[in-house]
Each structure stands twice: as structure tokens, then as C-alpha cells.
């Protein structure tokens, strides 16, 4: 089992920048890909970025050049720094985990941490 915590999340005006973070314990073996989803109030949850432990990383199409993602593999944690925040980034913001990770995403789920950008 992998059990995932988040922080980061709040209230930022439209432009603002947050950073998100996720912290990953238990069996980090199954975490080779990390990377964060989003769900907004009526849709579905898509993803929104993920890494792999060696560094290969994946965006949406409508985060690019916005947002970043990082991990650190000492501290078996993974970033996302979200600049040019948008209205339509306001969403809960959910960390996931496994050894690969589709658009469905990995078998482990962080609780969700509220992003919410005011126009």
C-alpha cells in the first residue's frame, strides 16, 4: 500500500501561483509515476501532469507552459507549481501513484486538496 498527502492547495486570484504538494509513504516501490488529477464541480476528473521516478514527465494540454511538475526522489515527494492560474483551474486536486499511470490514473489516491482561482 501507498498512502499519499497533499498540501498546497487554497484561494488565489486569477494570474496567482500555488504550489501544490504531495508526499508519498508505505511501499514506494509501486510509485515509479506520480502525478496529479483534477476535478471540477459536474466533471469528470482528468489528469492533469504526471513524472516518473527517472524524470519523464506528461501534461495536459491545457496546463502547458503553466504548470510544473517535480519530484523528489530522496523525500518521495511530487510538485506542481501552477503559474497563470485560470478560473477554469479551480478543481480538486488529487495526487495519485503506482508503478504507471494511465488517464484513468494508478491505484493510489491522495484525499484531494480544494484549488480555487477568483476572476
Known amino acids: 500500500q501507498v498512502q499519499l498527502v497533499e498540501s498546497g492547495g487554497g484561494l488565489v486570484q486569477a494570474g496567482g501561483s500555488l504550489r501544490l504538494s504531495c508526499a508519498a509513504s508505505g511501499n514506494i516501490f509501486s510509485t515509479n509515476a506520480m502525478g496529479w488529477f483534477r476535478q471540477a464541480p459536474g466533471k469528470e476528473r482528468e489528469l492533469v501532469a504526471t513524472i516518473t521516478r527517472g524524470g519523464t514527465t506528461n501534461y495536459a494540454d491545457s496546463v502547458k507552459g503553466r504548470f510544473t511538475i517535480s519530484r523528489d526522489t530522496v523525500k518521495n515527494t511530487v510538485y506542481l507549481q501552477m503559474n497563470s492560474l485560470k478560473p477554469e483551474d479551480t478543481a480538486v486536486y488529487y495526487c495519485?501513484?503506482?508503478?504507471?499511470?494511465?488517464?484513468?490514473?494508478?491505484?493510489?489516491w491522495g484525499q484531494g486538496t480544494q484549488v480555487t482561482v477568483s476572476s
Open positions: 495519485n501513484a503506482d508503478r504507471s499511470i494511465s488517464t484513468s490514473g494508478g491505484r493510489f
